[in-house]
């Protein structure tokens, strides 16, 4: 009826923590004294209870049932159990031996399932146990509710997620400990990063604190063979690792070992310290999950370059396209390069993870990046060329894919055949991809928007769909020429010229090209600013007017030439703008102001003519050119096509900067297509605020792709319970900044840190910070740190813009300034290239700089060698 724990030799009548704590109390491990309710007595109350059958059919056909017919089984059964009386013998034992040998201590009940605590699943969490019971009704009433907590829904869940079947139980009563300090230890650090120590984490009080979440508790790593302790984290409320706290900490580590070595695992154990100071185990069982991720290696993350294009936290909205649209990128791209689909099928997982949100903003997965590139011929040398494309860290190299020596010669001839066929004819795939997107763009202009129905705006949606994940094949080859050639043709100059400054005469090579997509925009404004300085009365208007009253103004007569023109720039290219991509940014043609005070700017600054300063740098990118062939070969010799290094390396240079114009054209197209579907997305919120479903427009970015085309077709009632956490959630992400880089455990997010951090500008400043060197040259000038474009009309001319990443709508700005230094990017990202362009000494992947540096500080930037000094004021 009633079992001692320090008599249990079995676990098959009392589950595996009844007989763990059994063997450690017979062993004289510090253990609080206890008995166990056998499963024998559980069933006879499943029989009262006219159970029996009814479980045995759902344990049979578990792995059958929908989830629905499963939670209805789940309640009838927990009823039943509850509402069945207990033995009273079992009741009278209970209460003998309350009183009797505990005193009438207040206890816990626990449960002990058979199969509980197993190698392959623990159910840690999942079934129920009670605390602070002080007398018999509460005793009984917590041993059913422990009962029936085996057939709760997420037990039942669980089981049969881990193809297991829990059908006993034993219940463990023991007088509670009164600990003023808990805790969980790990002999082994779960998250495999620390493979050498033991991880700790404690609270004051209960240890039911910290294993229900309730508490932030400190967490600790210990030496496995010293013990030497390190606090990663304080926690909250408790106390401080004094020396005796850290002798106490050490007392449980060293507890943790030898139980580790007893039981020939590594150990899962709740411990507390009780009022008298001395260590007791509550509980201990293997630690199921740590030899696996032990054996998983880490994930690399990354915002390099896709912080550019998505710089803010994306909305649930944008996640649910941008996670599709990154896998079938690589997919497709596959596909078309020749790779097979039973290759592409082995490489499932890395395609479907390409990216993902750490505090809501996203990040590549470089680890999966890595291991798909790997896949290709080559691989190595296309992982080498996609960091220097991006701007991302080399990290370790993952395995590749095991293949045949003639299967791989099959699969290379395969591949190179594919991707030459691909590149013969990229001019026409960019001009596919143009034409596409501008009869989508034709067909979705925002006026037109308004008379669709609902229906039609999804068709829309979907038009916009196919287009992201079926048809950018044809942009994507833009993106790799322009990768490979680039790593290609740094290889092909860092061989010849070893000894020449490789990044200086890089960028030399690639700037001040001609009619780059992304310099028209530009120009245009730049023209609507001469306009300005030739109209006296439109000069005075912006010289001494507020935006917000000179787009008041533009409405008189008067100006009419000049509305008609800025309208004109509008409608061609107020699409372009900082977070262009982004779906929740407006743009200038929904809110011109950040456009007129930019054309304050080049009025008051009188800027210079970007067309001149863009042929200006390529007469110097045409010396240059000349000036390497030289060196490669001999006058003779340097126009033999194909023969001579120079004619190789003059073809080489001409396909790069070839597949940069033509990735441009290809980006453009891209922010019209973005700018078009936010006009979609908001029609339909528009619609759904009209109809009480949504409280502002805009709150249609929070829902998913799937749930906007479901709630068209009326399949969600309760639109507002899936709004308001996820505004709450988007709210604390924007107060957020992950670092640029991050290695987590698989499956593992990135958490802020609870603390708060130095501010870098309460420290010595740093003199010297080192990047990449993104254009050549060196200027020195004052700060301008602006975080946002919109507020880019405090930049004065000559200054140096500091900025912690670039799109193409800060181009309207570069032209202006000196130098730049931006914290993230890589030498292909798009400030990289607009510097180019215009001449801009500019050096990008600067990590903190626009914490390290403040306004108005004179800073050099040495274009050539990739660093920026700071000289103070």
């Known amino acids: 009826m009633l079992l001692a724990l320090g008599r249990v030799n079995t676990a098959a009548d009392v589950g595996s923590k009844a007989f763990n704590l059994g063997q450690l109390e017979q062993r004289g491990w510090p253990t609080p004294a206890g008995a166990v309710i056998p499963d024998t007595v559980f069933q006879r109350h499943l029989a009262r209870a006219e159970l029996t059958a009814a479980i045995d059919d759902l344990c049979a056909h578990l792995d059958e049932l929908p989830d629905s017919e499963i939670k209805t089984a789940s309640a009838?059964?927990?009823?039943?159990?509850?509402?069945?009386?207990?033995?009273?013998?079992?009741?009278?034992?209970?209460?003998?031996?309350?009183?009797?040998?505990?005193?009438?201590?207040?206890?816990?009940?626990?449960?002990s399932a058979v199969g509980e605590d197993g190698a392959r699943a623990s159910f840690a969490g999942q079934l129920d146990s009670y605390l602070n019971i002080d007398d018999s009704a509460a005793l009984e009433t917590a041993v059913k509710a422990t009962w029936s907590s085996l057939f709760s829904l997420r037990v039942l869940l669980y089981a049969r997620h881990h193809r297991l079947r829990l059908r006993q139980m034993g219940v463990i009563v023991q007088p509670q400990v009164d600990a003023r300090l808990s805790g969980v230890l790990f002999t082994r650090d779960p998250s495999g990063r620390h493979p050498e120590a033991m991880l700790v984490e404690y609270c004051a009080g209960l240890g039911e604190n910290v294993v229900a979440g309730r508490v932030t508790p400190a967490r600790l790593h210990v030496q496995r063979d010293d013990l030497a302790v390190t606090v990663d984290h304080p926690g909250e409320d408790t106390p401080a690792l004094d020396e005796d706290a850290r002798r106490t900490v050490q007392a449980i580590a060293r507890l943790g070992l030898e139980l580790e070595a007893d039981a020939g695992v590594a150990q899962d154990m709740e411990w507390c310290i009780d009022g008298a100071g001395e260590a007791v185990i509550v509980q201990a069982r293997p630690a199921t999950r740590l030899a696996a991720a032990a054996d998983r290696p880490p994930v690399h993350w990354t915002n390099a370059n896709i912080a550019e294009n998505f710089p803010d936290p994306v909305s649930p909205f944008l996640f649910s396209l941008v996670k599709p649209g990154y896998s079938a990128y690589f997919r497709n791209l596959g596909l078309g390069f020749g790779v097979s689909r039973r290759r592409l099928a082995t490489m499932a997982r890395p395609l479907e993870d390409v990216v993902g949100l750490q505090g809501g903003h996203l990040y590549y997965n470089l680890s999966n990046i890595h291991a798909l590139l790997q896949m290709m011929p080559a691989g190595r040398q296309l992982v080498e060329y996609f960091n220097l494309f991006v701007g991302a860290d080399a990290i370790p190299a993952p395995p590749r894919a095991p293949l045949g020596p003639f299967a791989r010669v099959v699969e290379t001839a395969r591949i190179a055949v594919s991707i030459l066929w691909q590149y013969l004819f990229i001019e026409r795939h960019i001009r596919r991809f143009e034409q596409r997107v501008d009869e989508f763009a034709a067909a979705t202009r925002p006026p037109q928007l308004a008379g669709k129905s609902a229906g039609a705006l999804a068709a829309d949606l979907r038009g916009f769909l196919t287009i992201r994940l079926?048809?950018?094949?044809?942009?994507?080859?833009?993106?790799?020429?322009?990768?490979?050639c680039y790593g290609l043709l740094k290889a092909q100059l860092a061989r010849a010229l070893a000894d020449a400054d490789q990044s200086a005469l890089h960028n030399d090579l690639l700037k001040g090209l001609p009619n780059l997509a992304s310099a028209e925009p530009v120009t245009r404004l730049w023209e609507l600013s001469r306009r300005i300085e030739q109209d006296a009365a439109l000069r005075a208007l912006f010289d001494n007017a507020s935006a917000e009253e000179i787009l008041a103004q533009l409405q008189e007569p008067s100006f009419a030439d000049f509305r008609r023109a800025f309208s004109h720039y509008l409608k061609n290219w107020g699409f372009r703008s900082s977070g262009e991509l982004m779906l929740t940014t407006p743009t200038p043609q929904e809110d011109p102001?950040?456009?007129?005070?930019?054309?304050?700017?080049?009025?008051?600054?009188?800027?210079?003519?970007?067309?001149?300063?863009?042929?200006?740098?390529?007469?110097?990118?045409?010396?240059?050119?000349?000036?390497?062939?030289?060196?490669l070969s001999p006058a003779w010799w340097r126009w033999v096509?194909?023969?001579?290094?120079?004619?190789?390396?003059?073809?080489?240079?001409?396909?790069?900067?070839?597949?940069?114009?033509?990735?441009?054209?290809?980006?453009?197209?891209?922010?019209?297509?973005?700018?078009?579907?936010?006009?979609?997305?908001?029609?339909?919120?528009?619609?759904?605020?009209?109809?009480?479903?949504?409280?502002?427009?805009?709150?249609?970015?929070?829902?998913?792709?799937?749930?906007?085309?479901?709630?068209?077709?009326?399949?969600?009632?309760?639109?507002?319970?899936?709004?308001?956490?996820?505004?709450?959630?988007?709210?604390?992400?924007?107060?957020?900044?992950?670092?640029?880089?991050?290695?987590?455990?698989?499956?593992?997010?990135?958490?802020?840190?609870?603390?708060?951090?130095?501010?870098?500008?309460?420290?010595?400043?740093?003199?010297?910070?080192?990047?990449h060197g993104a254009c050549g040259g060196s200027a020195t000038g004052a700060a301008a740190v602006v975080l946002d474009v919109a507020h880019a009309d405090r930049v004065q001319a000559g200054q140096i813009l500091v900025t912690r990443q670039t799109d193409p709508g800060w181009a309207t700005v570069f032209f202006l300034v000196r130098g730049l230094v931006i914290e993230r990017g890589g030498m292909l990202s798009h400030g990289a290239i607009i510097a180019r362009e215009y001449g801009i000494p500019a050096v990008v992947g600067v990590p903190q700089a626009t914490q390290l540096i403040h306004d108005g500080d004179q800073v050099r930037v040495d274009g050539d060698h990739g660093v920026v000094e700071l000289n103070g004021r």
């Open 470 to 484: 079926e048809q950018w094949n044809d942009a994507a080859l833009a993106d790799t020429a322009a990768m490979v």
């Open 76 to 111: 009838a059964i927990r009823a039943r159990i509850t509402a069945t009386e207990v033995e009273p013998e079992l009741l009278r034992a209970l209460t003998e031996t309350w009183q009797r040998e505990w005193q009438r201590r207040p206890l816990a009940v626990r449960s």
């Open 641 to 771: 096509p194909l023969l001579s290094r120079a004619s190789r390396f003059r073809m080489l240079l001409a396909a790069t900067q070839g597949a940069i114009k033509l990735r441009e054209r290809a980006r453009m197209k891209q922010a019209l297509l973005y700018t078009r579907l936010r006009h979609i997305a908001l029609q339909l919120g528009e619609r759904w605020v009209a109809r009480g479903l949504l409280d502002r427009r805009d709150d249609v970015f929070l829902l998913t792709v799937d749930e906007v085309q479901t709630l068209v077709a009326g399949g969600i009632t309760d639109v507002a319970a899936l709004i308001a956490p996820r505004r709450e959630a988007q709210a604390g992400f924007h107060a957020q900044q992950p670092p640029d880089r991050l290695v987590l455990a698989a499956g593992e997010q990135w958490q802020p840190a609870p603390t708060t951090r130095a501010d870098p500008a309460g420290a010595a400043p740093a003199q010297r910070l080192a990047g």
């Open 593 to 631: 102001l950040p456009v007129l005070r930019l054309l304050q700017t080049y009025v008051r600054t009188r800027a210079p003519n970007p067309d001149e300063l863009t042929r200006g740098q390529g007469r110097e990118r045409e010396t240059a050119t000349a000036a390497v062939a030289a060196r």
